[in-house]
């Protein structure tokens, strides 16, 4: 989100979430780059009344992690079982994580007073092709050569944004 922000001519700062509010309450931010239910938990929407999208943390997912060697000990059966069992926690969670993201943007910024503004079709292609692409690209020839799993991530974003209709 940084590199993101600062892109585009914004100065971005880093703080530990819990202390944007105040940060933004006595003018120290102008506002947050997070996730839509840290703008919800914040309580963000009381000093920031503007949400602007579309979103960026898409998709959800939940991450189970385990070092190398603990996988590796595990037998076969066991691994195919927990593989099993994160894809359809992971299913299930990104269900109910878009049911509350809907519920916020429908009913939430409502009650809470929060303006939602969206970027045009044609900021979201200037974003992607200025920005997103290239930064992928960055990322995948800087990181690929010493881990081969990131220029597989990189390339599964990129379908991601193929199946929704942001890139050709």
Not at 37 to 63: H, N, S, T
Not at 109 to 136: A, C, H, M
Request: overall charge negative.
């Amino acid at each position: 989100m940084s590199d993101f922000v600062e892109h585009f001519g914004a100065a971005p700062v880093m703080l530990p979430h819990p202390e944007t509010y105040m940060a933004i309450a006595t003018g120290t931010l102008d506002g947050s780059g997070t996730a839509w239910w840290l703008y919800r938990d914040l309580k963000l929407y009381e000093v920031c009344p503007y949400f602007i999208g579309p979103a960026f943390q898409v998709p959800q997912g939940m991450e189970l992690w385990a070092s190398k060697k603990a996988w590796d000990a595990l037998p076969e059966d066991l691994q195919a079982i927990v593989e099993t069992a994160a894809k359809a926690f992971n299913t299930d969670y990104m269900d109910a994580v878009t049911m509350e993201e809907r519920e916020m943007f429908n009913k939430s910024f409502q009650e809470w007073g929060t303006t939602y503004i969206e970027f045009s079709d044609e900021d979201v292609k200037r974003i992607i092709n200025e920005f997103t692409l290239p930064y992928l690209d960055k990322v995948a020839a800087e990181q690929g050569p010493k881990d081969e799993r990131v220029i597989k991530a990189v390339e599964i974003i990129k379908q991601f944004m193929k199946d929704y209709g942001y890139i050709d």
